[in-house]
């Protein structure tokens, strides 16, 4: 058990390109971590300086209070799960499992007892004589899970273990995971391309771009306060919409002006805060539109009507996408464009997609009535990325109310822990600690 | 489907008539061979034999079909022995994963069976282990990192009595063209150390393992002989100026004896070098005039002695045989001169011997027991035998009565599937 403290890290490759970039994270005692961002971001490069396979250029790496820089993988005492797992089949369940502990020479009653607890945890119990033949493709899994476990490594890393596997195995594997994590309370580092997988399993989610780190929260502060352009895009799916838009102040007020009508300024932003800025990106995400003919009046007047073009709809039964293509100037639609590509996403980006009610009977070809909740709507600077609108406050409140509800679930999980720990040592959530005033 | 392969493609097109749209485990093509006692994969692995040429099947998600691919052929391209990748067929139907075709390796063996065949009550462990142990260091300073090297993920030739190993599976394989750190090859050591505990283990459990091998004891000397091989291969000296040439020209020929060659040799002013900060702690000479060596060792492959022997005589060996058939020619020629009195040139004399010697034992082979041994093996076990015969009844008896009674009393013995092929 132990926090794993990034400090400064940068990699530098011999051509001198920096596959990380000044990296400061802290992982906590305990946290479940995700490192995500497209391909190339540098997310696996960190990992793999965690584990110590790739050289730290500079920055400092901390497991626990040692400074591991130069310490040699196998003294990091760290787990990766999953990579190159080979089931024996010959040995049984048991024998699988308590492999590595046969290979530290521990003596036989230690190594019943822990395999004997980890077979628990896991609900191998009754197979535990069982060869691997006779598992499931989950159950070998789960297997493959124990013979980490059973190590007592201080923290679990995970790299794109899932992507792999199909999606049914995959989905089961992420809840086993996110599970296990949960009840053992080990600190975990996972990385992952993929943002669905990011929110459902971290406590955390550090996102990277280009080996610089973009913002570190819990899966609700990305979504609801991201840090700028691309962490709005990247996180949710599909993703948020981006319209660029002119500030036009009159007498009745300020609004914005945008290819799909003009909204009032969201109250968590002033005209100052715009200032002398030509132009702005409006974000506002797909599920924060709606039919506005079944809005009821009082929700109506938080936000604003618009009338759109419907180009295609998709209704998929429990939604209704519907799509709505505007006119951008060409300098931004190249900038979306390129943000588009960075974000692996085949979303048009000078097109809206809209969630709305499946109950909606707005179809293609149609003008339709759009209402837009624009309390919920982030603006841009196009040239920095920068989200002009986040709340700080409300950062951190998210942070604090993410770190409490993890700490509750560890306390939960320890009181009901049949077994405690499987050998993870001391993992009990301390209740006096305090948590963090700030997310990061 | 769309089926990718290297050229020249001809053996690779008599694969297009098979079942591809089916699920590989499904398949009941009469060109399927079942291999007994091969290693054990993750995925569905078949073998078809096709032309003359067995060829191993292995079905694995596009990406992992496609990377393997590249990595296998990037070995190939640097000479490391690996399996030889003919091809991937992708775009197989919705649901179908990729599958990679891979050539089997003529007269492989797999250390299931080398354990469950032992060869005159001999266990192999030990040849077994030096061959993976060179195998990994030839992979390492290549800048290969292998990611799961154990014995199942490798293939195993005779090697004139010792072996030599092939690296077969490159899923988990990484290329770090600017070479490996530390860190990664303490990885992939550590990981060998384990995987191979693994599967000794697992030889027990299936009561194949003798009872004087301990899977641990095994595993650990596995790391002992990679630091060893590693050390002897790329570890820095302090050199006296006085006795600099000759440990210089030692240590050349000790890199070269162990099957390695030297890519370059750089000499480091020992007190400059301290000054730059150079991990290593050597010490430099008291009158500071002692200079540091550098080694930088390349792989050899396909060997000094390997390449002669083909250039010679067309015979493809590996590095051990080649080495002993050249000195058998060098025998041979020096018989030759003997007996004409007069100087030979090496081109006639490999001649001679490939046309009177070699081929004489080898066209001898009865055709029933052809396949038990590579027919290199066969020759080299011939040459041992007349030594045996020749020293028991105190007269040389001549190769080819030592090729008959071999052929009578010895290969009948070896288990007709100890080697792959069918």
Redo the contacts between chains.
Sequence with gaps: MAAITMKNIVKQ??DGFPAVNDVSLDVQDGEFMILVGPSGCGKSTLLRMI?????ITSGEMKIADRVVNKV???QRNLSMVF??Y?L????TVF?NIA??L??A?KPDEEVRRRVTETAELLELTEHLERKPANLSGGQRQRVAMGRAIVRQADAFLFDEPLS?LDAKLRGQMRAEISRLQRRLGVTTVYVTHDQTEAMTLGDRVAVLRKGVLQQVGSPRELYEEPANLFVAGFIGSPSMNFLPATLDSSAEGTFLETPLGRFGLPDKITAAEIGDRDVVLVGIRPEHFEDASLVSEEKRARGTVVQAHVDVTEWLGNELYAYVPYEAPEDLAAQLRDLSRELDSDQLRTQAVVALDPASMISEGQEAELWIDTSRAHIFDPATGENLTRDEERVAALGRQAEQARLRQRQAQAGQAPTGQAGNGATQAKPDQEPPTSPD | MHFVFRPPGQAAAGLLTLPWRLPLEHWTDERLVEIRQRG?S?HVVRFVAEGGTLYALKEL?E??ARREYGLLRRLHELGLPAVEAVGAVVDRGPDLDAILVTRYLDHAISYRSLFANPRGGQHPTDRLLDALVELLVRLHLAGFMW??C?L?NTLFRFDAGAFAAYHVDAE?AELHP?GL????R??DV??A???I???L???F??GQLPPEVDP?EV?DDVVRRYEGLWDELTREESLHPDDQQYRIAERLRRINELGFDVDEVELVDADTDAAVGTEGGVEGGADGEAIRMRVRTRVAEPGHHRRILYTRTGIDAQENQARRLLNDIAAFRAHLERETGHPIPEVVASNRWLAEVYELVVQSIPDELRGRLDEVEIFLEVLDHRWFMSERSGKDVGTMAAALDYFENVLPQVPDDLTGTP
């Design positions: 490759y011999g584990v110590g396979l790739e050289d040699a993988p196998r990579q190159n080979a024996y089949p010959h040995l024998e492999f590595p046969r290979l020479k792999n | 054990l993750r998600h990406r992992l990611g799961d154990s199942s988990t600017s750190s530390e860190g990664q303490h990885y550590d990981l150390r384990e995987r505990a693994g599967e283990f697992d030889l459990a299936a641990v595993a």
